[in-house]
């Protein structure tokens, strides 16, 4: 009965999915915006954001680049709300090009029931158009790829991309990022029937699926535990192959992971996360000013960290019921 019933869904979800994955293939395909929404962003590390002045800094000005390491790399620059060349570029535009995914539950998917654009990132972007734009601000969204975030900044294509995207040195090399708007972890997500266990020797000979250019994929080559990896262009692509058996576990951010298993009742995380990680906005990095506008909305959305906070009302709407016991948005890290 249960075998049926998995075979049910597997045939049900996986024409649905796959659409979707094709459709998200195609790097930036233009999404038409769809309206407002409910203000509000991710989870992250517990503690009390302190207090931050909003220095008017000349229009991209940034101080000397100091050496990335791990402990440092969810650094960013102060907010300011001072307009340099990308505000102003923003503004004459009339509109804001945000890089999004419109294939991940409760972060930026496209709701069956309203057919609008929602989700935890898609709030966010929203909340940075309407300050950079006003109340009535127009916002495109562009379906990017995993693999294809870094290319969509460096050749301006987007804005840019607000889509669970992990701050980390390799990636700060060729992108700029805001503070940290989400605490993060990599997973494993299988079949609740599997006997893999976590991140560890039970993956051997299996067939572990990630998205390219993720987090999940670096972790992946630097120890695989004897694991046979699968890469695919979106994260989707790998919950499909999980429910169609032609993948045995899933290598993800945690919050993706959870997001995947409140989908589909024969999924479950496997393990504890193994990894720390911060999810930011990302941009061009000649961009200095719009990171720091960016920074400043990230501060004004955190507020108090209080329960009635926008961060902590987005929260609430997309992510406790997935992702329960988070009390307070992550405290933002400057390197000025």
Known sequence: MRARGLRNLRAVLAPVAAGMCVMAAAAAVLVPALGGGTAGGGSGRAGTAPPVTH???????APAAATCTERNAAESLRPSSAEGAAVTRI???GQLVVGVDQNT???GYRD????RLA???IDLARAIAEDILGPDAKVVFKAVPTNQRIPALQKRSVDMVVRTMTINCARKRKVAFSTSYFQAGQQVLALKSSKITAFDDSLRGKRVCTAAGSTGESVLTAQRHGAI???VPNQLDCLVRLQLGAADAVVTDSAL???QAAQDPAVELKGEPFTDESYGVAMNRDDTDLVRRVNKVLDDYRGDGGPDSPWMQAYRTWLRADMPGIS???SPEYSD
């Open 119 to 121: 989700g935890f990132d």
């Open 257 to 259: 992971a959870a997001a």
């Open 229 to 231: 990896v699968l890469t």
């Open 91 to 93: 503004k004459e535009k």
């Open 328 to 330: 307070r948005p992550p």
């Open 105 to 107: 539950y409760r972060w």
């Open 55 to 61: 220095h008017a800094y000349p229009p991209g000005a």
């Open 112 to 115: 069956p029931a309203t057919g």
